[in-house]
């Protein structure tokens, strides 16, 4: 998740472009550049780090020119530093990319064998040299530019210029935002609104598969294979902090609704679908270190570790290797018992969180293999451990984790085919289902957005409570320990997480007229035996809000109130349990009126032990 600025008209476009990425500095931070077309060519500015440290390149290199591109990095492929910052150039091209380019690899090695030389780590910089090498048959930097794109694969929004076409700028999008703004002959072009609402609120949205020519003071919209469109413009009535947000009210609400994007972000150029295999191209061991591993230990601290939880279901189930989970903060302090043959996992959104640091350390030093899963490229725990798996959500805003927490669950999930496979415990046709169910899982997640009109009204409904349980089984039991933390955090009621058939060893004690107990109950193997925890809730006057599979009316006959998810799989079940249980916490901390974004007492990034 990056963003992307271009402008083109009559006013100096530098400034315009650089604050229109200080509007979007939250779609990530770690490096950022400007290009400009200027009467002798093109010229680029770029640095790593925030974009104070490009503001003070501007001050003391700056750019003249009326066209231009920028953008601000959050690195996937090839970590932050000056020469992964983008615009990247080849030859008379250049370009500023959003998104993932899936078969970057294969093409790259086409265009070198063709003589290209590449100086990055990025995929992006293989779009300059394809766009540069049609050029040489296209006839046309138009031309040229839909041939290339239609050789990508993967999601892309780009904005292109070219040192021999003076006067354009080409944008087109495949799965990543893009929104142009219309001006008194100029245009604004965007990964997201706020960046160019200053300038204008006539918008056009493009679509997936169209590219825009802006070429002086005309703008030509088609498709990329070069379809004309007429597009429409939209009146954008947004305050600058609602157009921040996206419209949504919080960063939390946001970054829920952006969960199908994140995940979809995850398993990217991952899937071997023929092979019933992952690629996890920063994993840092091959198949025979794999097979060297005797036992796991996952390591994290708060929701990440409840992600670690799920993933023992996930390792145990399909691969057999015992897997122990722990929090970080104690792991350290219990003397744990690894060796060579252990691989020890830690999870963490940040990256920066010290205890998970500090276990990560310790492992080290007593010889285990080790491994992180982390959204932040480069961040000290992804930079420490031996290999990565990459969560592709994004930069995360909201304090309560919700996007990075699918994404740890995807990457779980992956990583347990990849294991599988290396260790000759999963068959092809094992792996080949488990991708195939995992694909539908974007599209299942907006489905299931679609529960957040039932989910307010619930909300308002039980929003009084005191005390509320949250019960499941198995791979949902975490599921229900994230759902309490939820609440608890951000609208401060108490809430507890229990596994269901644990209710009669002491907790069922709490249940009156007066608590709400979330129960998930989707039709999977311990669909039976929760329905029957439920039933032992109903029966003592609890009320229960239950989580269900989609027309299950055994369950809807019984409870109070009912929410309804599209049937999945055991495995991935969890991944669309979290939405409701998101929703429903996020409603009642609004409704109660708390900071949802910045809750009371809690810091994003905890790095002191
Ligand atoms: C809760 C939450 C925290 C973090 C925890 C670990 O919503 O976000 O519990 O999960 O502080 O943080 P990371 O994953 O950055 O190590």
Redesign the pocket.
């Given at each position: 998740m990056c963003g992307i600025v271009g402008y083109i008209g009559e006013q100096e476009a530098t400034s315009i472009i650089f604050e229109g990425l200080r509007k979007l500095e939250y779609r990530g931070y770690d490096s950022a550049g400007i290009a400009t077309l200027q009467p002798d060519g093109i010229a680029v500015r770029r640095s790593e780090g925030k974009l104070l440290n490009l503001e003070k390149l501007l001050r003391e290199q700056p750019l003249a020119g009326s066209i231009g591109i920028g953008h601000t990095r959050w690195a996937t492929h090839g970590r932050p530093s000056e020469t992964n910052a983008h615009p990247h150039r080849a030859g008379s091209i250049v370009v500023v990319h959003n998104g993932i380019i899936e078969n970057y690899l294969g093409l790259k090695e086409q265009l070198q064998a063709a003589g290209h030389k590449f100086s990055s780590q990025t995929d992006t910089e293989v779009i300059a040299h394809l766009v540069e090498e049609r050029l040489k048959t296209a006839g046309s930097f138009e031309v040229a530019v839909r041939t290339a794109l239609q050789e990508l694969q993967g999601a892309f929004a780009v904005c292109i210029l070219c040192k021999d076409q003076p006067d354009t700028l080409i944008a087109a999008k495949v799965g990543s935002p893009m929104v142009v703004g219309l001006g008194q002959g100029e245009f604004f072009v965007a990964s997201d609104i706020p960046a160019i609402l200053a300038h204008t609120r006539e918008m056009v949205f493009m679509e997936d598969g169209e590219l825009a020519v802006f070429n002086g003071r005309s703008a030509c919209f088609s498709t990329i294979a070069g379809a004309p469109l007429e597009k429409k413009a939209r009146h954008i009535d947004w305050s600058p902090l609602m157009a921040e947000k996206g419209g949504y009210k919080h960063f939390m609400l946001k970054e829920i609704h952006e969960q199908p994007r994140a995940v979809r972000d995850t398993i990217a150029g991952r899937l071997q679908e023929q092979q019933g295999d992952v690629y996890l191209e920063d994993l840092g061991y091959a198949d025979a270190a794999l097979q060297t591993v005797q036992r796991m230990v996952i390591v994290?601290?708060?929701?990440?570790w409840h992600a670690a939880l799920t993933g023992k279901f996930l390792i145990e189930g399909h691969c057999r290797i015992p897997v122990e989970i722990d929090i970080a903060s104690e792991f350290r302090y219990r003397s744990p018992v690894i060796d060579e043959k252990t691989l020890v996992m830690v999870?963490?959104?940040?990256g920066e969180?010290a205890d998970?640091l500090a276990a990560l350390r310790e492992a080290k030093k007593l010889g285990a293999m080790n491994l992180a899963i982390c959204n932040v490229l480069d961040s000290s725990i992804a930079r420490d451990a031996a290999g990565v798996i990459y969560t592709h959500a994004g930069p995360e805003i909201g304090?309560?984790?919700t996007k990075?927490f699918v994404t740890q669950l995807t990457a779980l999930y992956l990583f347990t085919i990849r294991l599988g496979r290396a260790i000759g415990r999963l068959s092809v046709s094992e792996g080949q289902q488990m991708i195939a169910d995992l694909k539908k899982v974007p599209e299942l997640l907006e489905q299931t957005l679609k529960l957040n009109g039932q989910t307010e009204k619930i909300a308002r409904q039980y929003m009084n409570a005191r005390d509320f349980l949250y019960l499941g089984r198995g791979r949902n039991f975490p599921i229900a320990l994230e759902g309490a933390?939820?609440l608890k955090?951000i609208s401060y009621i108490h809430a507890e997480g229990y596994p269901a058939g644990e209710m009669k060893h002491g907790p069922i004690a709490l249940i009156d007229e007066h608590v709400p107990v979330v129960v998930l109950v989707p039709k999977n193997s311990t669909y039976e035996k929760t329905v029957s925890n439920m039933e032992e809730v109903i029966a003592r006057s609890g009320r229960v809000i239950a989580l269900c599979s989609e027309g299950d009316h055994e369950v809807q006959d019984k409870a109070e109130a009912t929410l309804e998810l599209p049937e999945l799989s055991d495995d991935l079940d969890p991944i669309l349990l979290s939405v409701p249980l998101q929703l429903l916490a996020y409603h009642i901390a609004v409704l109660k009126g708390t900071d949802v974004d910045q809750p009371r007492n809690l810091a994003k990034?905890?790095t002191v032990e």
């Open positions: 994290a601290c708060g929701t990440s999870i963490s959104q940040s969180t998970t304090v309560a984790s990075a933390l939820k955090e990034s905890v």
